[in-house]
Structures are given as structure tokens and as C-alpha cells.
């Protein structure tokens, strides 16, 4: 155990494998791989719990993207079971990776796959949900990538696994400890159901325009526009027109998204000299295809940096503030908006718009959000298929401009509250991630923490 933390008066530094429970096969690896291969899956029974269901992020656990094996299989690997309050660890891959069975979870027990390890504690000792905080904060995560036995593929064992350590305080104080923390999940938890319900209510309102056109037809059915006041729903034709996309809505127009926006792509300087990059977020924010799955409407931060001396050699485009930025390669189709300057890799394009653009930003990420992206393949294979060209001739309905202001109008505040949410979460997140790490260096007091908890 390498750790630079004085424990507090009462805690003492503990491994897995003194915490766990005294059952025989309390931690374990998951069983060999042609033992729960493909051929084993069914459409219906027992889940099986893979990378996909863990997170460096601090997700708990990701409930749902499973595959099956029938009852009578799962009972033939029934040492391989998971429940309630069990750990469980990446042994191969993304390590770092950790997750806990939440009790209420969509299915009473799980079985771990080859590429998991699992660890059942002893529950008179150690507060699971407390262990799972910790072997999820960032030093410990960065401690476990440390661990790594793999010579190409990263890996940890089973002896690594219970040699992690772990700072054991009184069970009353692992309780507080873990109620301060959860209190911080449940608001960032809110925060994001919040910003998917906002996000859904944007995209109403731009699928009844600008995709179904309802307030067209409705005109031209003689009706007045549900939920519309008469002076919106004077600015909207009464005629759909042919165009290169179908019918729509008469005085529109479809435009290349290079003639709506500045196209532009990112660039990644050479990987084989790291002295330009960084993981110092006081650098040049470097957004990545897995930044943006994470990011949620709006790009705040990213996982990785760039030296300003490498944007300044390498001419590496930088984003203005509320550009829209979009995934092209690999996995095509994600959207975001850039929150402060920035930069990309390669494989995401930027739609900085100028002062008298067509469009906004809050019409262009709808749009994207809403495109099928499959019609722009040529292969079987979207993700091989789109390129920069290609990108640039998207097609983008483009409304008139009084259309365009009360759209923006109305979603505005949709978008700025989503913005908000995900700036206090991301504040949140830091606050969490930081906090045990924080009580164990006695740079923050329980009693302080509880403060905090209640100030949010």
C-alpha cells in the first residue's frame, strides 16, 4: 500500500483481502471464456455483466446492455453469481473500471464474465457501498491502472485485486461517509433526468416544425396549429414544395452545411512525441468521440489536453464558444456544443457560424440530433463511409428568419437550463470525487462535508 495520507484518529489501512467475506470464493475471477462464449447466449434468463456495465466515471452500475444465459446454464456457473452489494473490477481492458450491484436492480442476481473480477466484503467490517466510493475515486483508479500485469492488452489478477487497499474508519463513520457522497449522486442524478427531460422537450418542438412540419399541414388543412398563438403561426406557409429531400415547407430551403457554417476539422499533434499533450486542464481542452458520449448537450471539459505550443505548431483549429461540433469517424453522429474554446481530434467536426449564418447553433444541434446519419453511407459500413467531403455536403433544411427567432425564443431557455445543470454537475462531480480523498489528507472535516452536503 503506497499512499501519502496520515489515516485519521481511528482508521486503519485494510486489503480486500482482510475485508472480505469469510465464504470461500468471495473474490473471484470470472470463469474462462468458452465457458460463457456466444454460443451460450439466449434471448431471455440471467445477464451477464461486462465492461459495458462498468465505468471509470463513477457510475455505480449501468443496469441495462446486457446478454443472456439461460437459468440452467447460469446454475451451472453459479460460483460465477453476483448480488446485491457485490464489487466488481475490470480484470482486462479498461481497468480502473468499478461497479457495485445496486440492491434495487432489475434482476435479483448476475453472472460476471472472463473479463471481471468480483469481491463479496464482509459487511461487519466494511460498508460496500463506502468501499465502492472509494475504489472508484480518482487516486485509487489511477492506483488499480498502476497494477496493470499485461504486456498488450492491460490486465490485473485476482492477487491484485485483493491486495488493493482500502482506509477502514469506524462502520458509523463509513455510513456518514457514504450518505455525504450519495447525497451529491442524488443531485447529479436529478440534474441529468432534469436535462433529459428539457433536451426532450427542445426536440418536441423541432420535430413538430422542422421534421413533421405539423404547423404547415395544419394550415393547410384549414386549421389553426395546436398549442400555437396566432402571430407564430402567421409566419409558417401553407404549402409544402419538392426539394432534394422531399416535401418541405414552401420559401425553405436545403443548403450544403458548407455553405451554412465554417467546416472545419480537428487535428491530433504526433502521438509518438507526448510533450504535447497534457492531463493539466489549465492546457488547451482536447475533446475526444468519448468525451463527447459523456458529455451530455454541452462539451464542458475533456479527458486529455494539448500544450498551447503544440495548437500553435501543429495548427490545431480552435473552436469558438457555442460552436456545434459533430463525431464523423468511428462512431459517426454524436452531437455537442462547446462550452469556452477548444479543440478536437480528427475525427469530429466543427460548424462555427458567423454573425449573419442562416441558422443557430440551438437549430443545428437539433437538426443533427434528428439526422440520419445512415443516409450518408455509400458501404455497409457507416462508420467507414463518411468523410470530411462528405461532412461539408450535409444537407441542412434552413427555415425562414422569423421561424428561425421564435424557435430560438421559445428553446432558449431549454438550452440555457441544460447548460446550468451541467455546469453544477460537473462542480459536483469534482466536490465527490475529491471528497474521501480529501478526508483521509484532513484537508476536510466530516462535520465540514456535511455542510457541503446540506449547502447543495
Same mark, same amino acid.
Given at each position: 500500500m503506497s499512499f501519502d495520507y496520515d489515516l485519521p484518529h481511528g482508521w486503519s489501512w485494510?486489503?480486500?483481502?482482510e475485508v472480505q467475506e469469510s465464504s470461500k470464493g468471495a473474490t473471484i475471477t470470472g470463469p474462462f471464456g468458452s465457458s460463457i462464449g456466444k454460443k451460450f447466449f439466449v434471448e431471455k434468463g440471467v445477464p451477464v455483466i461486462r465492461g459495458n456495465n462498468l465505468s471509470l466515471d463513477m457510475i455505480p452500475f449501468i443496469d441495462n446492455g446486457f446478454v443472456y444465459v439461460s437459468e440452467e446454464k447460469a446454475? *451451472?456457473?453459479?460460483?460465477y453469481k453476483s448480488i446485491a452489494d457485490d464489487l466488481l473490477f475490470t480484470a482486462a481492458g479498461t481497468i480502473g473500471q468499478v461497479g457495485i450491484i445496486p440492491k434495487k436492480s432489475k434482476y435479483e442476481e448476475y453472472i460476471i464474465s472472463n473479463k471481471q473480477l468480483r469481491a463479496r466484503l464482509n459487511t461487519t467490517i466494511v460498508d460496500p457501498?463506502?468501499?465502492?466510493?472509494?475504489?472508484s475515486s480518482k487516486p485509487m483508479v489511477e492506483y488499480i491502472k498502476r497494477q496493470n500485469t499485461g504486456s498488450t492488452i492491460p490486465l490485473i489478477n485476482l492477487g491484485v485485486l485483493?491486495?488493493?487497499p482500502l482506509p477502514v474508519p469506524s462502520l458509523d463513520v463509513q455510513f456518514k461517509v457514504?450518505?455525504?457522497?450519495g447525497s451529491f449522486d442524488k443531485k447529479i442524478w436529478l440534474n441529468r433526468q432534469t436535462n433529459q427531460t428539457l433536451e426532450e422537450m427542445a426536440q418536441a418542438i423541432f420535430k413538430s416544425w422542422f421534421v413533421d412540419f405539423d404547423p404547415v399541414k395544419a394550415k393547410m388543412n384549414g *386549421?389553426?396549429?395546436e398549442g400555437m398563438d396566432a402571430a407564430t403561426a402567421s409566419i409558417f406557409p401553407e404549402k409544402l414544395v419538392e426539394s432534394e429531400l422531399g416535401l418541405i415547407p414552401d420559401g425553405w430551403k436545403v443548403l450544403p452545411s458548407e455553405k451554412v457554417a465554417n467546416v472545419a476539422i480537428g487535428k491530433t499533434p504526433p502521438r509518438k512525441e507526448p510533450q504535447w499533450f497534457s492531463e493539466d486542464n489549465k492546457d488547451v481542452t482536447w475533446i475526444s468521440i468519448r468525451d463527447m458520449g459523456k458529455s451530455g448537450m454541452y462539451a464542458l471539459d475533456s479527458s486529455e489536453y494539448l500544450t498551447q505550443?503544440?495548437?500553435d505548431k501543429f495548427n490545431v483549429k480552435v473552436i469558438p464558444d457555442n460552436t456545434l461540433i459533430l463525431s464523423f469517424k468511428l462512431t459517426v453522429g454524436r452531437v455537442a456544443i462547446t462550452h469556452g474554446e477548444m479543440t478536437t481530434n480528427e475525427a469530429i467536426a466543427h460548424y462555427k457560424l458567423s454573425d449573419d449564418a442562416p441558422v443557430s447553433t440551438n437549430y443545428l444541434y437539433s437538426y443533427m440530433k434528428q439526422f440520419n446519419f445512415e443516409s450518408l453511407g455509400s458501404t455497409s459500413s457507416i462508420a467507414k463511409a463518411v468523410n470530411s467531403k462528405i461532412i461539408k455536403a450535409l444537407p441542412v433544411i434552413v427555415p425562414s428568419k422569423d421561424i428561425l427567432g421564435s424557435f430560438d425564443t421559445l428553446v432558449k431557455p431549454l438550452f440555457d437550463k441544460i447548460k446550468s445543470n451541467q455546469i453544477e454537475t460537473q462542480n459536483l462531480e469534482v466536490l465527490r470525487d475529491t471528497l474521501l480523498p480529501k478526508l483521509l489528507s484532513g484537508e476536510i472535516e466530516l462535520g465540514t462535508s456535511e455542510e457541503l452536503v446540506e449547502a447543495i
Amino acid at each position: 500500500m503506497s499512499f501519502d495520507y496520515d489515516l485519521p484518529h481511528g482508521w486503519s489501512w485494510k486489503t480486500i483481502e482482510e475485508v472480505q467475506e469469510s465464504s470461500k470464493g468471495a473474490t473471484i475471477t470470472g470463469p474462462f471464456g468458452s465457458s460463457i462464449g456466444k454460443k451460450f447466449f439466449v434471448e431471455k434468463g440471467v445477464p451477464v455483466i461486462r465492461g459495458n456495465n462498468l465505468s471509470l466515471d463513477m457510475i455505480p452500475f449501468i443496469d441495462n446492455g446486457f446478454v443472456y444465459v439461460s437459468e440452467e446454464k447460469a446454475e *451451472e456457473l453459479k460460483r460465477y453469481k453476483s448480488i446485491a452489494d457485490d464489487l466488481l473490477f475490470t480484470a482486462a481492458g479498461t481497468i480502473g473500471q468499478v461497479g457495485i450491484i445496486p440492491k434495487k436492480s432489475k434482476y435479483e442476481e448476475y453472472i460476471i464474465s472472463n473479463k471481471q473480477l468480483r469481491a463479496r466484503l464482509n459487511t461487519t467490517i466494511v460498508d460496500p457501498t463506502y468501499a465502492y466510493y472509494w475504489f472508484s475515486s480518482k487516486p485509487m483508479v489511477e492506483y488499480i491502472k498502476r497494477q496493470n500485469t499485461g504486456s498488450t492488452i492491460p490486465l490485473i489478477n485476482l492477487g491484485v485485486l485483493r491486495s488493493l487497499p482500502l482506509p477502514v474508519p469506524s462502520l458509523d463513520v463509513q455510513f456518514k461517509v457514504r450518505n455525504i457522497l450519495g447525497s451529491f449522486d442524488k443531485k447529479i442524478w436529478l440534474n441529468r433526468q432534469t436535462n433529459q427531460t428539457l433536451e426532450e422537450m427542445a426536440q418536441a418542438i423541432f420535430k413538430s416544425w422542422f421534421v413533421d412540419f405539423d404547423p404547415v399541414k395544419a394550415k393547410m388543412n384549414g *386549421e389553426q396549429p395546436e398549442g400555437m398563438d396566432a402571430a407564430t403561426a402567421s409566419i409558417f406557409p401553407e404549402k409544402l414544395v419538392e426539394s432534394e429531400l422531399g416535401l418541405i415547407p414552401d420559401g425553405w430551403k436545403v443548403l450544403p452545411s458548407e455553405k451554412v457554417a465554417n467546416v472545419a476539422i480537428g487535428k491530433t499533434p504526433p502521438r509518438k512525441e507526448p510533450q504535447w499533450f497534457s492531463e493539466d486542464n489549465k492546457d488547451v481542452t482536447w475533446i475526444s468521440i468519448r468525451d463527447m458520449g459523456k458529455s451530455g448537450m454541452y462539451a464542458l471539459d475533456s479527458s486529455e489536453y494539448l500544450t498551447q505550443e503544440s495548437v500553435d505548431k501543429f495548427n490545431v483549429k480552435v473552436i469558438p464558444d457555442n460552436t456545434l461540433i459533430l463525431s464523423f469517424k468511428l462512431t459517426v453522429g454524436r452531437v455537442a456544443i462547446t462550452h469556452g474554446e477548444m479543440t478536437t481530434n480528427e475525427a469530429i467536426a466543427h460548424y462555427k457560424l458567423s454573425d449573419d449564418a442562416p441558422v443557430s447553433t440551438n437549430y443545428l444541434y437539433s437538426y443533427m440530433k434528428q439526422f440520419n446519419f445512415e443516409s450518408l453511407g455509400s458501404t455497409s459500413s457507416i462508420a467507414k463511409a463518411v468523410n470530411s467531403k462528405i461532412i461539408k455536403a450535409l444537407p441542412v433544411i434552413v427555415p425562414s428568419k422569423d421561424i428561425l427567432g421564435s424557435f430560438d425564443t421559445l428553446v432558449k431557455p431549454l438550452f440555457d437550463k441544460i447548460k446550468s445543470n451541467q455546469i453544477e454537475t460537473q462542480n459536483l462531480e469534482v466536490l465527490r470525487d475529491t471528497l474521501l480523498p480529501k478526508l483521509l489528507s484532513g484537508e476536510i472535516e466530516l462535520g465540514t462535508s456535511e455542510e457541503l452536503v446540506e449547502a447543495i
